[in-house]
C-alpha cells in the first residue's frame, strides 16, 4: 500500500519535511516543530493528533498548572475534586482542564517514589494507579520477585540462586556430557520429572532434548544403550 505523502503538511506544532522510512510497517516522518526541534513521527499519530508537538507543549502545560484557574472546575468556581490531594501516588501540585480528554481535569502529581511530575487524572488518584512512566513502576500483577526469579519458582519449585549453586556443583556444565551452560538459558537447561516435577538437573539442550526423545525413562536409556552395543545391522551380519 502506498503511503500518503506527507512532506509540506502541518499537525498541530510539527510540520513534516520529508518520510523517514518505516518502522513495524508505518510510515515515518521527520518533523520539524514550531519550537525548532525535530521529532520522527508515524502518519498514523500525525493525522490521529496522539502526536502534536516534540514534546514542548506537554512541558509548557506543566509549566503553567496552577497559574491560572487554580482550584477552579469547568469555570464554575467549585473547587477541584483532588487538589488538596497528598496520597499514596504523592502530592497533587496542580491541574489543568484537558478539553481533547473531554474537558475532563488532569493532575499533575509530584511522584512520592521517583520525586518526578506525572499527569494522572481522578480515576487514577481514586484507584491509586501509578504512572507507567515511573521509573519504580511495577505492573499489578509483580510478584515482587525479579521475572526470571519468579517464573522458575512458579515452574520448578527453585530460585535462581539455587540454579547458579546446582551448576557451580556441577562444575559450571551439564550435568551428563559437561558442555558450559549459559547462564542465560537457565529455564531451558533445567531437567525436571515430569511427573513429580522434582528438579533432577541442569543438562545442556541437546542432552535435555535427547532424554526427552527417548521417553525421559531409564529403560529408554537401556535400550539406546543396548542398540549401541549391538547394533542390528552386526546381529544381521552374523545370522547370515
Same mark, same amino acid.
Request: hydrophobic residues 25%; proline residues 2%; glycine residues 10%.
Given at each position: 500500500?502506498?503511503a500518503?505523502? +506527507?512532506?509540506?503538511?502541518?499537525? #498541530?506544532?510539527?510540520? =513534516?519535511?520529508s ?9 515515518m516522518?521527520n ?7 525535530t521529532? =520522527? ?36 468556581g467549585? $473547587?477541584?475534586k483532588? +487538589?488538596?490531594y497528598?496520597?499514596?501516588?504523592g ?5 489543568v482542564?484537558?478539553s481533547?480528554?473531554?474537558?475532563? =481535569? ?8 521517583c520525586?518526578? #511530575? ?20 511495577? $505492573? $499489578?500483577n509483580?510478584?515482587?520477585l525479579?521475572?526470571?526469579? #519468579? @517464573?522458575?519458582?512458579?515452574?520448578y519449585?527453585?530460585s535462581t540462586?539455587?540454579?547458579e549453586? /546446582?551448576l ?8 551428563i556430557c559437561?558442555? $558450559? @551452560?549459559?547462564? /542465560? ?16 538437573? @541442569?543438562?545442556?539442550?541437546?542432552c ?9 525413562? @531409564?529403560d ?7 542398540? /549401541?552395543?549391538?547394533t542390528p545391522?552386526?546381529e ?5
Amino acid at each position: 500500500m502506498t503511503a500518503i505523502k +506527507e512532506t509540506g503538511n502541518k499537525y #498541530n506544532r510539527l510540520t =513534516v519535511v520529508s518520510h523517514a522510512g518505516t518502522h513495524d510497517k508505518k510510515a515515518m516522518w521527520n518533523c520539524v516543530c514550531d519550537c525548532g526541534k525535530t521529532k =520522527v513521527v508515524s502518519g498514523t499519530h500525525l493525522r490521529t493528533n496522539h502526536v502534536q508537538s516534540c514534546g514542548c507543549y506537554r512541558t509548557e502545560m506543566v509549566a503553567k498548572l496552577g497559574k491560572s484557574n487554580k482550584g477552579k472546575s469547568d469555570n464554575r468556581g467549585q $473547587p477541584r475534586k483532588y +487538589e488538596k490531594y497528598d496520597g499514596v501516588l504523592g502530592k497533587v501540585i496542580g491541574a489543568v482542564d484537558r478539553s481533547e480528554e473531554n474537558g475532563a =481535569v488532569m493532575y499533575v502529581v509530584k511522584c512520592s517514589k521517583c520525586n518526578e #511530575n506525572h499527569i494522572r487524572n481522578a480515576k487514577h488518584l481514586k484507584q491509586g494507579q501509578e504512572a507507567q512512566d515511573c521509573k519504580y513502576y511495577k $505492573p $499489578p500483577n509483580w510478584s515482587g520477585l525479579e521475572r526470571e526469579d #519468579n @517464573i522458575m519458582r512458579k515452574k520448578y519449585g527453585i530460585s535462581t540462586d539455587d540454579f547458579e549453586t /546446582l551448576l557451580a556443583f556441577q562444575g559450571g556444565g551439564c550435568a551428563i556430557c559437561s558442555k $558450559p @551452560i549459559s547462564k /542465560l538459558r537457565r529455564r531451558m537447561n533445567i531437567d525436571h520429572n515430569h511427573t513429580t516435577n522434582k528438579v533432577r538437573g @541442569i543438562l545442556c539442550s541437546g542432552c535435555n532434548t535427547g532424554l526427552g526423545h527417548l521417553g525421559d525413562t @531409564i529403560d529408554g536409556l537401556k535400550k539406546a544403550l543396548y542398540y /549401541l552395543e549391538n547394533t542390528p545391522y552386526d546381529e544381521f551380519s552374523l545370522a547370515r
